[in-house]
């Protein structure tokens, strides 16, 4: 059992920068790999980045490649993702969620995770 509380989103401009952490609890959370998500206004839930339970493989959505860097500290029970070169269409509620059994072949599907936080609110000025 596993609980995700996301932090670190706000408002920022086109270019600038932002780091968001998933706090978790549950002395499992090394086990999980742990995935962001990220949803827009009239959007589905769409994958962002994912990262494994050792943290040695990560894997990130094509629209993020080169700009966010996904990492965890398990000693903090913490994830992070880093994100530079925002643009407008990064907009978005952020969520992370903890995923018991990675698979390279399903990580991007939401369906395959098991617990989610609450999301924060990234929002780019153009």
């Known amino acids: 059992q596993v609980q995700l509380v996301e932090s670190g989103g706000g408002l920022v401009q086109a270019g600038g920068s932002l780091t968001l952490s998933c706090a978790a609890s549950g002395r499992t959370f090394s086990s999980y790999a742990v995935g962001w998500f990220r949803q827009a206004p009239g959007n589905k839930r769409a994958f962002v980045a994912v990262?494994?339970?050792?943290?040695?493989?990560?894997y990130y959505a094509d629209s993020v490649k080169g700009r966010f860097t996904i990492s965890r500290d398990n000693a903090k029970n913490t994830v992070y993702l880093k994100m530079n070169s925002l643009k407008p269409d990064d907009t978005a509620v952020y969520y992370c969620a903890a995923d018991r059994f990675f698979t390279v072949w399903e990580y991007s599907d939401p369906r395959e995770y098991d617990y989610w936080g609450q999301g924060t609110q990234v929002t780019v000025a153009s």
């Open positions: 990262i494994t339970w050792s943290g040695g493989s990560t």
